[in-house]
């Protein structure tokens, strides 16, 4: 159940991920330039409070960790963050591989 879950979810990110990179790419193509929205830009769409929340957060947490790292992360194609998040999350829910040569009890 946990491992449909995961796919599920992230099958899901994968085609939000999808869609933002079809909307930057058409975007881009537009304004004969490159041009993405960030992931804080879309977070921020969907719901500010809990961006600023979670950048408060980590800045009190994990100061050392918020200027070089994560902050980029916020600064980083959304789509980007997404199909790395995807792709973890699918990879997380994937199948074993059966094992040859051995029996199984």
């Known amino acids: 159940m946990i491992r449909f879950l995961l796919r599920f979810i992230g099958l899901?990110?994968?085609?939000?991920?999808f869609v933002l990179f079809v909307y930057d790419g058409t975007k881009a193509i537009a304004n004969q330039q490159f041009i993405y929205m960030n992931f804080s830009q879309v977070w921020a769409i969907i719901d500010q409070n809990?961006?600023?929340l979670v950048q408060n957060w980590l800045k009190q947490k994990a100061m050392w960790a918020w200027d070089p790292y994560m902050q980029e992360?916020?600064?980083l194609p959304s789509w980007v963050v997404l199909g790395v998040v995807a792709m973890i999350l699918v990879l997380l829910g994937r199948k074993k591989k059966p094992l040859i040569g051995y029996a199984r009890d």
């Open 73 to 75: 992360i916020f600064d």
């Open 12 to 17: 899901l990110l994968l085609a939000c991920a």
């Open 50 to 52: 809990s961006l600023t």
